[in-house]
Every structure is written in structure tokens, then in C-alpha cells.
């Protein structure tokens, strides 16, 4: 399958609708051999409308922000740019500081949604704090968090100011499920998006059998039928990474696969949903 027909798109607290497939970009921009195919690809999964491009200042100790910074140049107003804060920076004044800093790696004034990378032993309201005044200058539209479990949000929203928290950015593919046993519908239930990243668990899920044979009833490849398992409902984004334009078509094309009963079901019968809490996995 090579073609997409449209772009699916997921709505925010605020009702802002952001597409649901994007583009990650872990690890890109770290090997100088391969920077202009990354580009490329990233300019590519634009034309498509996978216009929601994730990055954090951990990536390459900023590299990938740079990278990001030059494959966006003159199409930044087409783009909804997520970025991370460490939580060693995410004091108030040192997520403002270093948020100023991705700024500037990224060669833009503004972040539409940034995001807590971790829990650490800075107190939210701090993070919290330093968010709202990077709000407040226009530095940042909305903020949101990354690898929070259901115990990590039900606190949050009980911080002051917690409540307009944006998504949870979680791993989230066939083979870890665990967040949709409490985490998923408590995100749900209080109208927050997924955003799951890894969809096809850094390529390993490409050699399931089981991904192979529905792909070949949707003629399509395994890498598709993982990321249309991830979109099967509402209110997820995803956010695959490759440096490759060919690849960035393939996921685009994920967007026109509809999995039927039987597919869900035989994907159900090799990675089963959860029967009990489990806590949050992490890469």
C-alpha cells in the first residue's frame, strides 16, 4: 500500500486538531553520513500532512533539534513542533531556560507543545510554574508530560494549574499494552490524547509472523499494520521515526488500513491485552 487519502487528526483540550500520525526524531541528526536523507524525510512526511514533528533537547544533546530547526526552514507555520524538557532542567527557572535554548537550536520563537520528558524529584508545580510563564511570554502554546503513569496524572491534575495539561506521551505498540488497562481510559475519560511513541517498537515488531500475514491481506507491509493498530481508535497520535522519505510514505499510507474484527482479534490472540495493572513501561 502507497498511498494515503487523507490525514486523520486528534483534538487537544483546547480543540486545536493536530494530525495523528507524526514524525519522531530520536536519534536523527547524530551522524553527519546520513543528515541529508533526514531531512529529507522529515520534509517529505510535511507534504503528506504529517505535520506533528516531536523532539527533545535530550535527542543527540540537541542535535536533533538543530536538524529539525534546518528541515523546517521557511514551513514553520505548517508544522505543530513538540519538544522535552529534562527533568534535571525542569526546575521554573530551568525549564525556562531551557526551553530558551531548544528555542534557539531550533531556529524558531515558539514551541507548540512542550513537554515534561520524565517524572524526577523536582516538585510539578515548579515544572508547572516555569511552564506558565513560558505560556504567558509566548514561548510555548500548551505544555503536556512524557512517561507518566495513571498514579503520575491523577497527581498532576490535582497540582495547581494541572488540569491544563495537554496529552501524555507514553510507549505505547502491540507489545505494551499495559497502558490500557487504567492509564488509557483515565486519559480518556478526562478528554486527553495519547500521543504514543515507538509504534513499531524500534523495528522488532517487523518480524512477527502474525504482522506479516495481515499485511498481506491489506497488501500492505508490517510496519503499516503496526502503526494502524496504534490509530485504531480516536484520540491517539503517534509519532514514528525514520530518516528515510521512502519509509515516511509507507507510514503515511498506514493511514488508509482499516483492521477488521478478525485482524484485531488474531493480534489479540499473540500480544493479549492486559488482565491486571502494570506499570509503565519506558525505552
Request: proline content about 6%; hydrophobic content about 45%.
Amino acid at each position: 500500500m502507497t498511498a494515503s487519502t487523507g490525514i486523520r487528526m486528534v483534538a487537544l483540550p483546547s480543540g486545536e486538531r493536530i494530525a495523528a500520525l507524526g514524525q519522531g526524531t530520536w536519534y536523527l541528526g547524530e551522524n553527519p553520513t546520513t543528515r541529508a536523507a533526514e531531512i529529507a524525510a522529515l520534509r517529505t512526511g510535511l507534504d503528506l500532512g504529517l505535520t506533528v514533528v516531536d523532539t527533545a533537547e535530550m535527542y543527540g544533546q540537541g542535535a536533533s533539534e538543530i536538524l529539525v530547526g534546518e528541515a523546517l526552514a521557511g514551513r514553520r507555520d505548517e508544522v505543530f513542533l513538540v519538544d522535552k524538557v529534562l527533568p534535571n532542567h525542569a526546575t521554573a527557572a530551568g525549564t525556562i531556560r531551557a526551553c530558551r535554548q531548544s528555542l534557539a537550536r531550533l531556529g524558531t520563537d515558539r514551541i507548540d507543545l512542550y513537554l515534561l520528558h520524565w517524572r524526577s524529584t523536582v516538585p510539578l508545580a515548579e515544572t508547572l510554574a516555569g511552564f506558565t510563564e513560558l505560556i504567558d511570554a509566548g514561548a510555548i502554546r500548551y505544555w503536556g508530560v512524557s512517561n507518566f503513569d495513571f498514579d503520575d496524572m491523577t497527581e498532576l491534575v490535582n497540582v495547581p494549574g494541572g488540569t491544563t495539561v495537554s496529552t501524555d506521551q507514553i510507549l505505547y505498540n502491540l507489545t505494551r499494552r499495559g497502558p490500557e488497562y487504567d492509564l488509557i481510559p483515565w486519559l480518556r475519560r478526562n478528554r486527553l490524547p495519547v500521543m504514543a511513541y515507538s509504534p513499531v517498537e524500534q523495528g522488532r515488531l517487523l518480524h512477527e509472523p502474525i504482522l506479516a500475514a495481515i499485511a498481506r491481506r491489506h497488501d500492505a507491509t508490517p510496519a503499516q499494520i503496526a502503526l494502524a493498530w496504534v490509530l485504531r481508535n480516536d484520540g491517539v497520535t503517534t509519532i514514528p521515526r525514520s530518516g528515510n522519505p521512502e519509509h515516511v510514505r509507507e507510514n503515511a499510507a498506514a493511514l488508509d488500513i482499516r483492521l477488521t474484527a478478525e485482524d484485531l482479534a488474531a493480534l489479540d490472540g499473540v500480544f493479549p491485552p492486559p488482565r491486571r495493572p502494570m506499570p509503565l513501561e519506558v525505552l
